[in-house]
T-cell receptor, first 112, second 115 residues
Framework: QKEVEQNSGPLSVPEGAIASLNCTYSDRGSQSFFWYRQYSGKSPELIMFIYSNGDKEDGRFTAQLNKASQYVSLLIRDSQPSDSATYLCAVNSLPNFNKFYFGSGTKLNVKP | SQTIHQWPATLVQPVGSPLSLECTVEGTSNPNLYWYRQAAGRGLQLLFYSVGIGQISSEVPQNLSASRPQDRQFILSSKKLLLSDSGFYLC??????????????FGSGTQLSVL
């Protein structure tokens, strides 16, 4: 059973702070890693993906991947109240890259 | 650009009634198609996925079935709904390029309440 684990939160940060969201996965064969943002009652929206060890930055978002430790994280700089949402971590892996496995999500609250 | 359409947005059905949810993708050919379910406050559970017409893989035994009658059409069905079928149903697609590099994109979802 491939597992993706996230702290359910809620994680509360003040406006302008850095929010750090973490995710661990059980399958060492995992190849691709994704972060989705989901607002209440809406469908998940892809915000970041990362394939290689290290950091990947896109605007205020940075994804960090450490395959040796089997974790992936998402940093949100200068957090805004509009960032308040649930963030889902997802992976796909051998032998079937067609299957995407999701964590249960971390709820982020950004306080004005 | 690719778009995915899913309907209806909300649905209230009595226990024991049938279900049909439809999803179509535009702007791409031969996509992988998926049905996920999300219970209130929970993560996403993969129900079915399809890599081609008539090819359906089921992830969990349940009261539901899926069909793919056309390349870009995916249908989720049930003959008799149970209370436990309530949830947020999401259709999604991914490409069939370099498999390890494909991304998953979701439709807008259907909130199903079985009463």
């Amino acid at each position: 059973q491939k597992e993706v684990e996230q702290n359910s939160g809620p994680l509360s940060v003040p406006e302008g702070a850095i929010a750090s969201l973490n995710c661990t996965y059980s399958d060492r064969g995992s190849q691709s890693f994704f972060w989705y943002r989901q607002y209440s009652g809406k469908s998940p929206e892809l915000i970041m993906f990362i394939y290689s060890n290290g950091d990947k930055e896109d605007g205020r978002f940075t994804a960090q991947l450490n395959k040796a430790s089997q974790y992936v994280s998402l940093l949100i700089r200068d957090s805004q109240p509009s960032d308040s949402a649930t963030y889902l971590c997802a992976v796909n892996s051998l032998p079937n890259f067609n299957k995407f496995y999701f964590g249960s999500g971390t709820k982020l609250n950004v306080k004005p | 650009s690719q778009t995915i359409h899913q309907w209806p947005a909300t649905l209230v059905q009595p226990v024991g009634s049938p279900l049909s949810l439809e999803c179509t993708v535009e702007g791409t050919s031969n996509p992988n198609l998926y049905w996920y379910r999300q219970a209130a406050g929970r993560g996403l559970q993969l129900l079915f996925y399809s890599v081609g017409i008539g090819q359906i893989s089921s992830e969990v035994p349940q009261n539901l079935s899926a069909s793919r009658p056309q390349d870009r059409q995916f249908i989720l069905s049930s003959k008799k709904l149970l209370l436990s079928d309530s949830g947020f149903y999401l259709c999604a697609w991914s490409g069939q390029g370099v498999a390890s590099r494909e991304k998953l994109f979701f439709g807008s979802g259907t909130q199903l309440s079985v009463l």
